[in-house]
T-cell receptor
Framework: RKEVEQDPGPFNVPEGATVAFNCTYS??????FFWYRQDCRKEPKLLMS???SGNEDGRFTAQLNRASQYISLLIRDSKLSDSATYLC???????????FGTGTKLQVIP | DAGVTQSPTHLIKTRGQQVTLRCSPK?????VSWYQQALGQGPQFIFQ???????QRGNFPDRFSGHQFPNYSSELNVNALLLGDSALYLC?????????????FGPGTRLTVT
């Protein structure tokens, strides 16, 4: 089983739609969780950290479910500019290594 | 605020050659991590440097080595290049250990091995 797994998509959604991505992780000692956005042939950009209580940043909401070992990202009112690949990343306690999923591709359609 | 910078942007090398990639961390950061991203994959952790020492290493052979300088900048060296080393090489900077361990990536170096 991969350490971090994501549905590669693509998710094709119309503008204005709400879309959600999940990311599962296998190491129960995982401590820190992140969502990154990566545009084609560009570097990943930190979208948000994911906190135990869940957190929101504008149209984006991140949730953590430790019992089921997954994190989620909800995007409301999708914009064309949201089209990108969304990577989840996980860091385990006591280690410096951050493990990334393969990413979920989102395409927002006019 | 200076972000993470990397050089060169692109590089073409031949099998068996050696390559050196460079990274300067974001202002105020002291830790540099290197990642390899193959097409269609997520970034794979190579190693991390803090206080001029390698702190942790991923599943990469000894052909991959690095260095960190007193000004926190870093180099990634790859010897005896293989075709499979063709990838985007990303440098990420952060604070060590950092409560949230948020990393910020540079634009990457795209390496092509022919």
């Amino acid at each position: 089983r991969k350490e971090v797994e994501q549905d590669p998509g693509p998710f094709n959604v119309p503008e204005g739609a709400t879309v959600a991505f999940n990311c599962t992780y296998s190491n129960s000692a995982s401590q820190s969780f992140f969502w990154y956005r990566q545009d084609c042939r560009k570097e990943p950009k930190l979208l948000m950290s994911v906190y135990s209580s869940g957190n929101e940043d504008g149209r984006f909401t991140a949730q953590l479910n430790r019992a089921s070992q997954y994190i989620s990202l909800l995007i409301r009112d999708s914009k064309l500019s949201d089209s990108a690949t969304y990577l989840c990343a996980v860091k385990s306690r006591g280690y410096q290594k951050v493990t990334f999923g393969t990413g979920t591709k989102l395409q927002v359609i006019p | 605020d200076a972000g993470v910078t990397q050089s060169p942007t692109h590089l073409i090398k031949t099998r068996g050659q050696q390559v050196t990639l460079r990274c300067s961390p974001k202002s105020g950061h002291d830790t540099v991590s290197w990642y390899q991203q193959a097409l269609g994959q997520g970034p794979q952790f190579i190693f991390q440097y803090y206080e001029e020492e390698e702190r942790q290493r991923g599943n990469f052979p000894d052909r991959f080595s690095g260095h960190q300088f007193p000004n926190y900048s870093s180099e990634l060296n790859v010897n005896a290049l293989l075709l499979g080393d063709s990838a985007l090489y990303l440098c990420a900077s952060s604070l060590f250990p950092g409560q949230n361990y948020e990393q910020y990536f540079g634009p990457g170096t795209r390496l092509t091995v022919t």
